[in-house]
């Protein structure tokens, strides 16, 4: 009974808190300007925002359930004051750039920052700076990345689970002009989760029946409690060379390659301090590294979702359509309609026309062979095939550069137009 009236306190404060809410509707924001560049490129809906909104919801809270167990037996020191910094910091960072929503960002930064204090006098001061800099002393900075580790690992998990869905075809422009496809994945996760935390002297702390891995033994004398904490996980990746699943498996490993890491530095500056400011700096430095890293594997290759003269090249698949019901695939190529060749716009609208009742298409798979699909078409069905092909030159818009702060985000400038008289849409 001791702990589930701990549980439900934590709890309640959980869902008084107003930073969960903030990160839904950030993450609500993100998905419904996807749904909107979609519209504006394609003139149709392939992603449903609340869909999207809820499935990740679910999922933050599943993951929040998991370190939840998991953390009851780390014995990291949070506090109210450690939500309010890291918080904090976190907003301060997203009016730079959107992805530094993340509190790998924002833990190794109050890390620096504790270690720099240290070299001062400024928690001496009676003023609001020495009360910051005492606040900011006694932060569990080993702690704090013990559980970011944690959450990238999950994070790592969820791409490799989650990571295709919500990817998002876009008309990009490439290195010389030229217009060409390519995907957006990002993902937002809101993970509510309960932490213990050392209970102070007379504070009604429950005692402990199991030994805690980080935890100091004089710091839980008076038992434990329990504090509701909000926390965001996230990634984007863009890719111009590769198929959505196949970036969400090298994002995923990235993710928990950096997890192990960074749930190692933190586990040994936790035993011996020297080697926090290692740790700090292995959060913010190896982020950046997998951000470099992906971006200079997109530079090296070459685009993929791009017409060549075998025929069309398919960016994307509307759900519930002949083309997803015939099979066809993101990156597959259609070569012939019909029977008859088809390498523009034109020609495959045209081809779709010879017959009525039938359609028979002949496509180059992802493995390069020849397939042949049909399917009778019926009376009163939408005419299109319901595929969005690559760009050509003569598409009219093409996706703007991807929001750098939360300035940028607030914006409603999804998308560019090449010029006024060009169609919007590559969508068949």
């Known amino acids: 009974m001791d702990w589930l009236r701990l549980a439900g306190s934590a709890a309640l404060g959980l869902l008084l808190s107003p930073f969960y809410y903030i990160g839904v509707l950030l993450i609500m924001l993100q998905y419904f300007r996807q749904t909107r560049l979609e519209r504006r490129l394609f003139h149709v809906r392939l992603h449903a925002w609340p869909n999207q909104l809820a499935r990740t919801m679910l999922a933050g809270l599943a993951v929040g359930v998991a370190i939840t167990l998991v953390g009851a037996f780390l014995g990291v020191t949070v506090d109210g004051e450690a939500v309010l910094w890291l918080w904090g910091t976190a907003v301060v960072l997203l009016l730079v750039r959107v992805r530094y929503l993340c509190f790998a960002y924002s833990a190794g930064m109050l890390g620096l920052l504790q270690w720099g204090l240290g070299w001062t006098s400024l928690d001496a001061r009676g003023d609001w700076i020495g009360t910051a800099a005492r606040s900011i002393g006694g932060l569990d900075i080993p702690g704090l990345l013990v559980l970011v580790a944690l959450m990238h690992i999950a994070e790592g998990l969820l791409v490799r689970w989650q990571g295709a869905r919500f990817a998002s075809p876009l008309f990009l422009e490439g290195k010389r002009g030229k217009l060409i496809g390519g995907y957006m994945l990002q993902g937002y996760w809101p993970v509510p989760m309960l932490l213990l935390v050392p209970a102070a002297a007379g504070g009604g702390g429950v005692d402990l029946p199991w030994p805690l891995l980080l935890g100091d033994g004089a710091a839980w004398s008076h038992g434990a409690t329990m504090i509701g904490f909000p926390m965001m996980i996230g990634f984007t990746e863009l890719t111009r060379t590769m198929l959505p699943a196949a970036k969400a498996r090298s994002a995923s490993k990235a993710l928990l390659l950096y997890g192990l890491i960074l749930g190692a530095a933190a586990i040994a500056a936790s035993f011996w301090e020297p080697v926090m400011l290692a740790a700090a700096l292995c959060a913010l430095l190896l982020h950046e590294a997998l951000v470099a890293v992906s971006y200079y594997k997109e530079d090296a290759n070459s685009p993929l979702y791009v017409h060549d003269d075998r025929g069309l090249r398919i960016l994307a698949v509307i759900p519930g359509t002949p083309a997803e019901a ?103």
């Not at 298409?361 to 009376?379: D, P, S, T």
């Not at 939360?406 to 590559?426: G, I, M, W």
Request: proline share 2%; aromatic share 6%.
């Open 326 to 428: 015939m099979g066809l695939q993101a990156g597959e190529i259609i070569q012939k309609v019909n029977g008859a060749r088809v390498l523009t716009k034109e020609e495959l609208h045209a081809a779709l026309h010879l017959n009525s009742a039938f359609c028979k298409l002949e496509a180059i798979n992802l493995e390069g062979h020849v397939k042949f699909v049909q399917r009778a078409r019926f009376a009163g069905e939408h005419h299109q095939l319901g595929v969005v092909l690559s760009p050509d030159d003569h598409a009219g818009f093409y996706a703007a550069a991807s929001p750098a702060s939360l300035f940028d985000l607030l914006r409603k400038r999804t998308a560019k137009s090449r010029n006024s008289k060009a169609s919007a849409s590559s969508s068949l």
